[in-house]
């Protein structure tokens, strides 16, 4: 099975920043627990470039989706996912999502990945992901369970759906 890892085109595409009054602090939240039942909508700022996609970069793990990314994917990764509302000053780009999933899985082979530690053990990053299939199954959209903050995973599925509808603002590095 095929997975991916999802990065952002930023050189081409919007993304966004948090604004001054939102502590940085707060993006460690975002490590795979659901928010939806306490989220209060916060508002970020636009970093513009030349092109307006579907999918825009807030951090590494925190994609924000359009309304068109919403429904098309929705029936894909609805699932592993919250849909949490976002605040803007840019209303020709309509209503705005961080996408937090929720997905969290033991699936990297540590064994059988390039991985580069610090001197304490723990990971650094990772530069050449194998993982245990069975672990991930059909998830279409996963985090992985100690990087949780760092790195976001989609299936085949998700990429090919992503394009064939011709959907903008991610790249999909193997």
């Not at 081409?12 to 928010?35: E, Q, T, V």
């Not at 951090?59 to 994917?73: G, Q, R, Y």
């Not at 780009?93 to 580069?116: E, F």
Request: with cysteine; charged share 25%; net charge negative.
């Amino acid at each position: 099975m095929k997975y991916y890892q999802l990065t952002f085109d930023t050189d081409k595409f919007h993304s966004f920043f948090l604004g001054d009054a939102i502590p940085y602090k707060m993006l460690n939240d975002y490590d795979g627990k659901r928010l939806s039942e306490t989220w209060k909508p916060i508002e970020l700022k636009i970093y513009k470039t030349n092109l307006t996609g579907n999918v825009f970069r807030l951090t590494s793990h925190l994609p924000i989706f359009d309304e068109k990314a919403v429904a098309v994917t929705k029936p894909i990764i609805g699932d592993y996912v919250e849909y949490l509302t976002i605040l803007h000053h840019e209303p020709e780009l309509g209503k705005m999502y961080i996408v937090n999933v929720t997905a969290v899985l033991d699936c990297l082979d540590l064994n059988r990945s390039k991985i580069d530690y610090f001197d304490d053990g723990s990971i650094l990053s990772v530069l050449d992901f194998v993982f245990d299939d069975r672990q991930i199954g059909a998830t279409p959209i996963f985090r992985i369970k100690g990087l949780e903050l760092k790195y976001l995973f989609v299936s085949e599925a998700f990429k090919n759906v992503f394009g064939s509808l011709g959907l903008t603002g991610l790249v999909f590095k193997i």
